[in-house]
């Protein structure tokens, strides 16, 4: 074994870029399978990271076609379909959103932004979601204050904002008290928080709500009370153009959209390993036919097919 182990390195040597080739081949491409695992299992842990911040007490309520992506017109909630949902049993707190596509401006520049209309507990709710970086969150009676997320602070305008400054949003001025920590949404990190009153009448809906969090209090009845929920809208509304999601409802699907992607990634892991696979074959393939006169004589002296293969 010592005889053939020293005359396949003596080989290797011969051919330094050869074996250097290879070996990189075969590197790469358990370096490129190990990344796309590592890049999966780390996305699962994000985004439970995330859903466990959320809380389990907490249901989503919003339009059917808000969540499905389809671009149709959504009917958005009003003030009634709020007072509607405090009132069923089960229910804590009842927090609405309003979001709407805006623009930033900032010392002469200017940005496309999300603009989102919260009431303060509501952010306060969120705490371990929407951490604050400096400053405070506004208060309820501040109408002309905003928090800003990291990316506008950061990385949207060329001159950073801080706490203090003033920044306009679809040219009204709001005084920024708060800057946000990174969340890691594109979306989220890119939205100006305001007053909930103040956001609706930059629109001109006074009585608009796009999203509610219901907060229920007791975890355990979560499912009931979503139930009741949709019941009771349903019954409002005169239909179902709404989705009622609780925690347990979020993470099927994101283990849904987690599957694809896993599914897609290993796809991807696949086509690595049999590329790798091939290019290994190949080298052997060319390292057998160069030495086929080598193999001749050694069978000729008696070398049995197991010795001959251990050379290479």
């Known amino acids: 074994m010592n005889e053939e182990l020293k005359y396949a390195v003596a080989n290797m ?13 075969i590197v790469i491409g358990v370096a490129i399978i190990v990344a796309i695992l590592a890049l999966g299992a780390g996305m699962r842990y994000s985004i439970n990271q ?23 017109e959504v009917s958005p909630f009003t003030t009634s379909d709020m007072k509607a949902i405090s ?11 309003f979001y709407r596509p805006a623009v930033a401006e900032y010392r002469g520049e200017s940005a496309e932004v999300y603009v989102m209309g919260v009431e303060p507990r509501g952010i306060n709710y969120f705490r371990q979601f929407y951490r604050i970086r400096e400053g405070r969150i506004f208060r309820q ?33 709001f005084r920024i008290v708060g800057v946000l920590e990174e969340i890691g949404s594109p979306e989220d990190d890119t939205t100006v928080y305001i007053p909930l009153e103040p956001a609706q009448r930059m629109y001109g809906v006074k009585d608009e709500v796009m999203m509610i969090w219901v907060v229920v209090d007791n975890p355990e009845k979560v499912e009931q009370v979503a139930e009741r929920i949709e019941k009771v809208l349903e019954r409002r509304r005169g239909g179902k153009d709404f989705e009622v999601f609780t925690p347990k409802d979020i ?38 036919m160069e030495r086929t006169r080598e193999i001749g004589v050694m069978k000729a002296v008696g070398a049995a097919t197991c010795r001959c293969c251990a050379s290479f």
Request: cysteine-free; aromatic content about 2%; proline content about 4%.
């Open 141 to 173: 009676d501040e109408t002309k204050s905003a928090v800003i997320g990291y990316r506008i602070a950061e990385k949207v305008f060329d001159k950073k904002p801080v706490v203090g400054d003033v920044i306009k949003v679809n040219g009204r001025s």
């Open 13 to 25: 040597a011969g051919a330094k870029l050869r074996t250097l080739l290879t070996v990189l081949g």
């Open 251 to 288: 993470a099927e699907q994101v283990d849904k959209m987690l599957d694809i992607v896993s599914f897609v990634l290993a796809g991807i892991a696949s086509i690595s390993m049999v590329v790798g696979g091939v290019i290994i074959m190949n080298t052997l393939l060319t390292s057998v």
């Open 87 to 97: 009132g069923i049993p089960g229910v804590k707190d009842v927090l609405p959103m």
């Open 50 to 72: 995330h859903l466990e911040a959320l809380g389990s007490d907490k249901i989503v309520v919003s339009p059917a076609q808000a969540m499905s992506g389809r671009p149709m």
